[in-house]
């Protein structure tokens, strides 16, 4: 069975900078985008940025130019690196793993951005 795993949420303040890892484990075969979703209190959970296995991307209007989306296919891990961070940041943030068959996800970690 697959896990998905995120780490490096936290608090840091308006401006600063974050680094998100999540790793899929458990299975490789197939796997084919990762992405970084998040839901904020009383919010749809959004997509952030997706990756492709061949290094294409995607990233919402209101994170192009801040974050960066990464992935190293030999470890089955994305990465997220978040700059120039605002509090409309503020949110659980998911990691996405989307099999040929099937989603998994992370149970989220949070980013906290202050004012």
């Known amino acids: 069975q697959v896990q998905v795993v995120e780490s490096g949420g936290g608090l840091v303040q308006a401006g600063g900078s974050l680094r998100l890892s999540c790793a899929a484990s458990?299975?490789?075969?197939?796997?084919?985008?990762m992405g970084w979703y998040r839901q904020a209190p009383g919010k749809q959970r959004e997509l952030v940025a997706t990756?492709?296995?061949?290094?294409?991307?995607n990233y919402a209007d209101s994170v192009k130019g801040r974050f960066t989306i990464t992935r190293d296919n030999a470890k089955n891990t994305v990465y997220l690196q978040m700059n120039s961070l605002k509090p409309e940041d503020t949110a659980v943030y998911f990691c996405?793993?989307?099999?040929?068959?099937?989603?998994?996800w992370g149970q989220g970690t949070q980013v906290t951005v202050s004012s």
């Open positions: 996405n793993a989307k099999f040929f068959w099937a989603d998994y």
């Open positions: 458990g299975s490789s075969f197939g796997l084919n985008l």
């Open positions: 990756i492709t296995s061949t290094g294409s991307t």
